[in-house]
């Protein structure tokens, strides 16, 4: 017998009726994504790790005002997290006010190793974070959002705010922006492929 995942709309209903279990779930559910939209935004791990954080702390405080697409509620988290980032160290002053006041979490394993795996990735997400930083901040939004995170155009269009027209057209630009710029590397991550598949 096949099992159908409780919806995010759902999960919200509950979590916004008081169950923070179902906003747990939402975390568990998204929150990767958003981690790997923020470490490509950034480029950085432990900011994005910081602002990971942020978002969903910020998303619980105001889950009476989600805007799902489709059910879905990531694109709304990613439009949060979006707005985080811009607004960085004000989110982490908050994430850290918060984190004071939590009890000390037990010890966990040393990860050092897988740390050190992805020294050489990180490397690889600056350069290609210098390439995408050169676009204009509007067709970038539309990049990160629709080849790095994955999501559709009206996904995109609900994370923005703005009209599907609107991501379709910026995301035609960044393509063809980016189809010149991405040349200057050898297509060495998962991401540089899939842009440069996407402009070819």
């Not at 009890?103 to 897988?114: E, I, K, L, R």
């Not at 997400?125 to 080849?147: D, F, K, N, Q, Y």
Request: glycine share 4%; hydrophobic share 40%.
């Amino acid at each position: 017998m096949t099992i159908t995942p409780i919806s995010d709309r759902e999960l919200w209903e509950r979590a916004c009726a008081g169950e923070p279990e179902a906003f747990g779930t939402i975390f568990d559910r998204h929150s990767r994504a958003v981690y790997n939209f923020l470490s490509r935004r950034t480029a950085s791990w432990a900011e994005a790790e910081d602002l990971t954080s942020a978002v969903f702390l910020d998303a619980w405080r105001h889950r009476s005002a989600v805007t799902l697409d489709r059910d879905s509620a990531l694109p709304w988290l990613l439009g949060i997290a979006r707005n985080t980032a811009a607004n960085g160290g004000r989110a982490r002053r908050r994430y850290q006010a918060l984190k004071e006041r939590l009890p000390t979490p037990s010890p966990v394993p040393d990860h050092a190793q897988d740390v050190a795996d992805r020294i050489d990735e990180q490397r690889a997400l600056v350069a290609l974070r210098t390439s995408v930083g050169r676009l204009p901040a509007h067709e970038r939004e539309v990049i990160e959002l629709c080849v790095w995170s994955e999501l559709d155009q009206q996904a995109a269009a609900t994370a923005l705010g703005v009209a599907v027209g609107t991501v379709k057209s910026r995301l035609h630009r960044a393509r063809r922006r980016l189809g010149d710029d991405l040349r200057e590397y050898a297509p060495s991550s998962p991401d540089r492929r899939v842009i440069a598949e996407e402009t070819s």
